[in-house]
């Protein structure tokens, strides 16, 4: 997957309220498209656009949880077929990650879909839901993706990895440790 990084940058925005619906929409097409193959995924909202009211890069992240690794090649076909991009070179042999809207395939991001296992998903559900509750850690998690989406405009890589501190403090208080990626 080779990214032109002009068309790449990382921008956040104000809550979009209809990220809940793009999400739903898109939940069931890949409902749809994997159906035929006897799949059935449990599919959830996670990230910063799962978060009412946070500021966020306008991207919807997907997790699309399956327990049989084995099965996951046969979410290549269909999952694409909706216009995601596979990326095949992941160095993470235990996850698979789609994208759409990628230049030079889209006019820009939309939407991730993150193939994980119930326990590798863990980490960011309780993120999520403690975002949801907790407005106060929410807002102080906004300024920080402010910050550092300025400092790292164009390397995702670092700016996820700034956050990997807030995220573990906050995990940490919820009992739950693990890695972020949103």
Do not use: C
């Not at 959830?44 to 949880?65: C, Y």
């Not at 694409?80 to 809207?101: A, C, E, I, T």
């Not at 990895?161 to 995220?167: G, L, M, R, S, V």
């Amino acid at each position: 997957m080779v990214i032109n990084v002009e068309e790449d940058t990382i921008k956040i925005v104000n809550p979009d309220p209809s990220w809940g619906a793009q999400f739903m929409a898109e939940s069931q097409a890949i409902e749809k498209v994997l159906r035929p193959f006897g799949l059935e995924p449990q599919i959830e909202h996670f990230g910063s656009t799962a978060v009412p009211n946070l500021p966020a890069k306008p991207i919807i992240d997907i997790f699309v949880i399956l327990s049989d690794i084995a099965v996951w090649p046969q979410l290549i076909t269909p999952i694409s077929s909706l216009g995601y991009v596979y990326w095949r070179d992941n160095p993470r042999r235990d996850r698979m990650f789609f994208v759409k809207g990628m230049p030079p395939f889209g006019r820009g991001r939309s939407h991730h879909v993150h193939v994980r296992t119930p326990a590798d998903a863990v980490a960011e559900l309780r993120f999520r839901d403690w975002l949801r509750t907790h407005p106060d850690d929410a807002a102080r998690y906004a300024t920080l993706k402010r910050e550092l989406a300025g400092r790292f405009k164009s390397n995702r890589d670092a700016y996820t990895e700034a956050k990997t501190d807030f995220i573990q403090a906050i995990l940490a208080r919820d009992g739950v440790h693990g890695q972020n990626d949103g």
